[in-house]
């Protein structure tokens, strides 16, 4: 199992440092794999409080460019120089907030091979997407379209890690909650379009999961563990989910 912790835009320097260190105890007793993305600005922390840890961590985002005139921006090459081995790619919130597209997303997630970067790639479904029934094709164009950069960028390279989370945007923040069996679904699909394109990787889900839902999802066939936003915040809820992933 991997639990992948989001942190979006959280959190004083003082209480990343507290939470961080909250996750080094967590992991002693942890089965699953932890991975943590912080705001950019806490790279350095992370790698302080982490590295002699098994916590991984990364960056929330790259730029599509490996440098150059992008004020505000952090290239993949930089997160790396971090001691991080992860980036996170596609979020929804940077497709609708920032109107990411698959093409640019595939481009930083080229960036990030060529920087020796693991990748949690982000897809899933608007909610008007799920009501019309092209869940399946929606979330199989971003995977096809991204993927097979992210394959020519490898160069061979078989030590770079991919890890697909599945995200149902219409059940982020919503109140709305995913049924197991559409989580089942969706995941399935998600393993056999990746399978099509010669790729074995763990997909994990992303849609509100909480301490009291968490033992119900990774209970599914086809679910890996889950990326985790607003309970990655709270050391104590944070610990449950863990605990969940037997």
Not at 17 to 45: E, H, M, N, Q, W
Not at 122 to 144: I, K, M, N, P, Y
């Amino acid at each position: 199992m991997i639990i992948a912790a989001n942190w979006k835009m959280n959190l004083s320097r003082q209480n990343a440092g507290d939470l961080l260190k909250s996750y080094r105890d967590i992991s002693a007793d942890a089965s699953a794999s932890l991975i943590t993305f912080v705001p950019a600005c806490y790279l350095a922390l992370a790698e302080d409080i982490l590295s002699k840890t098994s916590v991984q961590f990364g960056a929330q985002d790259c730029h599509a460019a490996e440098k150059g005139a992008f004020t505000g921006d952090i290239s993949a090459s930089m997160i790396a120089d971090f001691g991080a081995g992860w980036v996170l790619c596609g979020h929804s919130e940077r497709r609708q907030y920032y109107a990411e597209t698959d093409n640019l997303i595939a481009e930083k997630m080229t960036q990030a091979a060529q920087s020796g970067l693991n990748a949690i790639f982000c897809v899933g479904e608007s909610h008007e997407d799920r009501l019309s029934g092209a869940s399946v094709d929606v979330v199989t164009r971003q995977l096809t379209t991204t993927l097979q950069h992210w394959q020519a960028a490898r160069g061979g390279r078989s030590t770079q890690s991919l890890v697909i989370a599945y995200e149902p945007i219409w059940a982020i923040g919503t109140g709305l909650v995913a049924s197991l069996e559409q989580i089942s679904e969706m995941h399935a699909g998600v393993k056999a379009c990746i399978a099509g394109l010669g790729i074995t990787a763990p997909v994990i889900y992303g849609g509100s999961v909480k301490p009291d839902n968490a033992a119900d999802i990774f209970a599914l066939a086809d679910v890996d563990g889950a990326l985790i936003g607003g309970a990655s915040l709270d050391a104590e809820g944070f610990s449950q989910i863990v605990a969940a992933a037997r």
